[in-house]
């Protein structure tokens, strides 16, 4: 089997950027021949706004170099990641004229939302939604904060419904979530070509042994986190009830504030991957007050597989994911008094939910799990037989260099 991967890296590394690794990674380990088109968003300094604008919407020059990439090696699917600006939609085309089908991830919500997020001004924003032309997006300049961007994007996304790229030319698309799905059918995507798959912890970590003490919250410190709700949450606690903060972020000054003036609330500063781990596998519960939609959390993957449940926002992907008094708790976004009674349930979290938290772990997010539902999704757009975890071949692994990097 031969899998061409093709993707546009942001200037600044993000989970798209890793989640195209780990499963690029994932393919390799078990056998599947990898051919990588990457292009890096680092060009766009060189180019004009003008020249931009029309990339984004038709890329002649990556339209032809796919072209030729897919003539040299014929893989039997395109999976492409993302999109923007550079490749752009064109790759599509680029593949299905070569009748190769073309799955696409939906890492973000830019196919119904111009600015990928569905938030606006500190809250929740579905004004573009199922719009044919996102004007809404242009009006308030969500990309970027740019009308000029803005209407680039909401060109794009205008042009290819036109053009029925998106109904007609991409052969499966898989969504992060349930809730997600809902989201992209209601923004106009054909409903029986969407399938879920979520996104998966390649490693995994284990529970540790040790005691655990108290809740955790680990993320950027930003008002959208729902930081400030903590804070005032923390300030409610009583007797042994405790909250630990990790993370960076432009609030970090308020967050250190908070901590000095209440002895149940303590910022533990910035840390890396292992001392996040450690932390929860130290922790009784997590907490994720999320105040938007948010993508895939992996930092509730990484909760689960540590056996620690989570207490997050009823809202959006969030809730797809936690099940409330199960793997952990769903609280009303926003909402100090809610936190605060959610924090104190979570210091005395029963075992059960941290039990059920690492269950979902091995039997959703695992690797092996996620590299099945990928060869299922594969095998639905062509037709043949596709390996799954058991078949790997790691020894055999190959990576063929003809990528395409700029």
Known sequence: MRVLLVHNSYQQRGGEDAVFEAERDLLHANGVEVV??????DAVSDMGKLALFKNTIWSKQHYRELQKVIADVQPDVAHFHNT?????????YAAKRAKVPVVQTLHNYRMVCPSALLFRDGE?????????????????????????????????LTFHRARGTYKKVVDRYI?????????????????????????????D???????????????????????????????????????TIVGDGPMREAVEQAAANNPRLTYAGGANREQVLQAMQSAKALTFASTWFEGFPMTIVESFACGLPVITSD??????????????????PGDPDAWAAAIARGCEAPTKWGDEARNDFLTRYSATQNFDQLMAIYESVTG??????????????????????H
């Open 384 to 405: 043949k037989p596709m390996p799954r975890s058991s078949d790997s071949t790691p020894s055999v692994t190959a990576s063929l260099e003809l990528a395409a990097r």
């Open 315 to 332: 809202l959006g992907s969030m809730a797809s994911i936690v099940d409330d008094d199960r793997n952990g708790l769903l609280v009303e």
């Open 84 to 92: 923007l600006p550079l490749i752009s939609p064109a790759g599509y």
């Open 205 to 243: 970590p284990g529970t540790g042994d040790g005691e655990r003490n108290g809740v955790l919250f680990v993320g950027r410190l930003t008002e959208e986190k729902g930081v400030s709700v903590l804070i005032a949450a923390a300030q409610q606690l009583t007797g042994d009830q405790h909250l």
């Open 124 to 156: 929740v924003c579905r004004d573009c939604v199922g719009k044919f032309v996102p004007t809404p997006a242009i009006k308030n300049k969500c990309y970027r904060g740019s009308a000029a961007a803005s209407a680039a994007i909401a060109g794009m």
């Open 36 to 41: 990588e088109y990457r292009v890096s968003n």
């Open 175 to 203: 969504a992060l979530t349930e809730f997600a799905r809902g989201e992209y059918v209601a923004g106009g995507l054909p409903e029986d070509r969407i399938a879920i798959k979520p996104n998966f912890l390649a490693d």
